[in-house]
């Protein structure tokens, strides 16, 4: 099973950026995807973002739409989140998760739904000062 591991949260002020990082160990099939979520107290997990090497495609929740991007590297190893214009409301911990295997999974798979995916890595914590 791939051991993921997010990083790069931190303190920043409101209308500031941030980078986080989701290392993967290793994908053992060609096919999976990559889904950064993120939770804050007494609320449920938000799915924010995915990439799905499938097809290379890339889904955004509305709420981060415009301001963060996801992308990976040549080797596929880490995805990045990309946040720009941080708002006090992106305050939460942020987690990465996975899933891969077979591609209808992935293609049909709910991109934003935390049960759609089955690896999960420790959360990094992002505030956002306003």
């Known amino acids: 099973e791939v051991q993921l591991q997010a990083s790069g949260g931190g303190l920043v002020q409101a209308g500031g950026s941030l980078r986080l990082s989701c290392t993967a160990s290793a994908f053992t099939f060609d096919d999976y995807a990559i889904g950064w979520f993120r939770q804050s107290p007494g609320k449920e997990p938000e799915g924010i973002a995915r990439?799905?090497?499938?097809?290379?495609?890339?889904v955004y929740a509305d709420s981060v739409k415009g301001r963060f991007t996801i992308s990976t590297d040549n080797f596929k190893t880490t995805v990045y989140l990309q946040m720009n214009s941080l708002k006090p409301e992106d305050t939460a911990v942020y987690f990465c998760?996975?899933?891969?295997?077979?591609?209808?999974?992935?293609?049909?798979?709910?991109?934003?739904?935390?049960?759609?995916?089955?690896?999960w890595g420790p959360g990094t914590q992002v505030t956002v000062s306003s």
């Open positions: 990439f799905a090497s499938t097809d290379s495609s890339i």
């Open positions: 998760a996975s899933v891969e295997g077979d591609p209808e999974y992935i293609r049909t798979m709910n991109p934003l739904r935390s049960h759609d995916y089955n690896s």
